[in-house]
């Protein structure tokens, strides 16, 4: 036999071997590939080893030398394919019995922001007092933010260090495509409190209104552990005939009651707001003294009037409350910035 027809056959082999380990899909078929080609006794490698002797006398050396190569190269993709299933099917089990008393592995649930459950809570509370909750739109116009809330022209709560103006190109074609120097810009902002929400809802309805508004609010305060250039206020309005600053009081004393614990102390200063009159600050008792909740008062004619309500006919009170303020209080939070560093660590308590 011809050196070249020896190492032919032997790298043919060497091909087919490769295959059929590298396809081996179980322990089983490559048992099966490891017998035909690898078997002792007649495995198709020693079959060709056979042909060794047959080689002329002066190429023995080299078709030994290669045999040997194909050889250990064979075995290793057969080491390979082992390595492979075993990968497959995972490491060995263990032989020990299953135990059942062993605590099993706890899946960590994810869970509403102590924020948002707060507003749940809220909710609920002011439900139980007949108030339904309405949402409002976080960009407004400033006939919702400031006219209708009797917030005229010229008054400092409209500077633009006060608030976050957003400016907008009026609807439609662009002003470029209009052939206008002067873009006409529709002033829109961020709304600056959740007040917006009492307009939008008597625009929309007649008296008795009783709603609530829970939502976020815009201001370019600097961060300290009590203010957030945005946060969330609770908004309440009622409106009917008849209505005193008796039931505020007594509204929002109920409301504390159950939002905090039974002997809360609430506070009312007297205070000013342009679209309540007359208005108060209130405040809650935390930590051996008093922290600002928010505003309320009772409706100014004006802004029924803006509305077309008849002030004559109805009268209402209205409040906002920030609910930061009474998450930090119901769970003994000492820095509201702590609701918006989204630390896991620290929202994972709630
Ligand atoms: N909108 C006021 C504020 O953001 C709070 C308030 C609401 C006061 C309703 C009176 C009545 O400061």
Redo the contacts with the bound molecule.
């Keep these: 036999m011809s050196l070249a027809v020896f190492l032919s056959d032997l790298d043919a082999l060497a091909c087919e071997a490769t295959a059929a380990f590298a396809s081996a899909g179980d322990p089983a078929a490559l048992e099966a590939a490891r017998v035909e080609f690898l078997g002792a006794k007649s495995g198709r490698l020693k079959a060709v080893q056979k042909g060794l002797g047959k080689v002329d006398q002066a190429d023995k050396p080299a078709a030994g030398k290669r045999f040997n190569e194909v050889k250990q190269a064979i075995e290793s993709v057969h080491q390979q394919a082992v390595a492979r299933l075993a990968a497959a099917v995972g490491p060995k089990k263990s032989s020990r019995a299953f135990d059942p008393t062993t605590p099993g592995v706890h899946p960590r649930l994810g869970r509403l922001h102590p924020i948002t459950q707060t507003i749940d809570e809220l909710k609920e509370i002011m439900g139980r007092l007949g108030f339904t909750a309405v949402e409002g739109p976080e960009v407004e116009d400033p006939w919702h933010n400031f006219d209708a809330l009797n917030i005229p022209p010229e008054h400092p709560a409209r500077d633009p260090l006060e608030n976050f103006y957003l400016e907008m190109e009026s609807a439609g074609t662009p002003a470029v495509e209009r052939g206008m120097k002067e873009r006409p810009l529709t002033t829109l902002l961020l709304r600056?409190?959740?007040?917006t929400v009492?307009i939008r809802t008597m625009e929309k309805m007649q008296p008795p209104v009783r709603i609530i508004s829970c939502g976020r609010?815009y201001r370019p305060d600097t961060a300290d552990a009590t203010h957030y250039p945005m946060f969330h206020?609770i908004?309440g309005l009622l409106i009917d005939r008849g209505v005193t600053m008796a039931d505020l009081k007594s509204t929002l004393r109920l409301f504390a009651r159950s939002a905090f614990d039974p002997d809360v102390h609430i506070r009312f200063r007297p205070s000013f707001?342009p679209?309540?009159e007359p208005?108060v600050e209130v405040d809650m008792s935390w930590q051996g003294g008093w922290m600002e909740m928010?505003?309320?008062?009772m409706v100014d004619p004006n802004v029924l009037k803006a509305v077309g309500y008849d002030p004559e006919e109805y009268s209402g009170f209205?409040?906002?409350l920030g609910i930061e303020r009474i998450c930090a209080r119901r769970h003994q939070i000492a820095d509201i910035r702590e609701l918006y560093k989204n630390d896991v660590r620290f929202l994972r308590q709630f």
């Design positions: 600056s409190q959740t007040s009492q609010v206020q908004e707001f679209f309540t208005s928010g505003g309320a008062g209205a409040f906002g």
